[in-house]
């Protein structure tokens, strides 16, 4: 690999996390002239945050984007009140790790504490997530750390993002308003027939809302990553 | 199971494919009262055509679709002309056995005679859907069969069906125009957002589009179904 490739390059730490942990990879960037670095929450955690915003800098990395808040449905005001608080911390440890953005998962159907789905009720779940962003937006705008929705496939729309499409994604950086954008990941996306328009909506909005665009791993088929 | 259920049901014969022949499927349904079946090529070539188009006149039966024809993207001229042949074939025993409709599960990206994909122009695929769902028009408006796209949820965009949403569906019927309408299945398109949007769409079309609307089963997750 040239300079000029690895320079382009950003590790998600989630694809290494059964081999190393984080400042291990962070180690591992170093290493081998990976410059970007996506680490997630667990794994920060895992480490202990300072420790990690100190060898992350000292490496001289980049952080690309923070991954992750969201899952904002619950079946109860109690559990999307947790959501809440749980994703301010997330805003405050991007902040502390210099990350560009916290990139949001936004939630399937509504989960119990066990994390069995206990509704049906799909639109109801994509009002949640829009209340939800909306009042971590008001957080988070007042921190200074953008927001980017990632939609996923819609083979996670029941588990893990009811936002499976970038038209969805814009349409509520419409509805929003500043400090929400989109993280695009091509695994999750590609089969959009309307990706391309939809990509160039979002680039032509000012400021842009192409947070980051990444591409997770390749799809295979059948694929239940 | 009351009278007013089951005649409302109709039997998708690849549910029970494991269990039983088709002649069995066909004496089953009419011992539990279920009115309507959905025979699968493969399963009809087994039993022989005719003598499945009798036992299910004989036993009351109502066809509602034939499944399946489709599968045009191939890696050469003679793929897709295979193809364009073998739907033909179709159409003619969707008329012998009194289907209402031929239901098309449209094809991935290109395979070669192994089932190998050979390509990743996915835009290329969608051109050859178009146009192979145009060619066979020509020949099934001559026969009188209409033809039913069915869009796949975009978990098998790759290999089964790029047609991944009502809009898209909607899109070609508005291009290809009489003759063409589509199969929903609530499995496939639960997850979109559009979906109430386009099937007034379809609904609202003259005649109307939707040709058939089933449920073929529930949602799991992971899902590979």
Known sequence: MNSADSNLLSLNTATVRKQWSLPEIIDGCVRHGIRGIAPWRDQV??????????????????????????????VDREGRRAAHDDNRRAVDEALTLG??????????????????????DLLGAR???????????????????PLAIEPLHPMYAADRACVNTMAHANALCD?????????????????????????ERAASASPSRL?????????CRPSTC
Chains 1, 2 share one sequence.
């Open 175 to 199: 509805e929003l308003g500043t400090g929400l954008g989109i993280a695009v990941d091509v695994y999750h996306v590609w089969w959009d027939p309307d990706l391309e328009r939809e990509i």
């Open 45 to 74: 955690a895992a480490a202990g945050l300072k420790d990690c915003a100190l060898r992350i800098r000292d490496g001289g990395l980049t952080v690309t984007g923070y991954c992750r808040g969201g899952m904002f449905p619950a």
């Open 99 to 120: 990350a560009p953005c916290l990139i949001l998962v936004v939630g399937g159907l509504p989960q119990d504490r066990d994390g069995v789905i206990r509704s049906k």
């Open 127 to 145: 009002e949640m997530v829009r209340d939800g962003i909306g009042d971590l937006l008001d957080y988070a705008r007042g921190a200074g750390m």
């Open 211 to 219: 947070l980051t665009i990444t591409s997770a791993t390749g799809w």
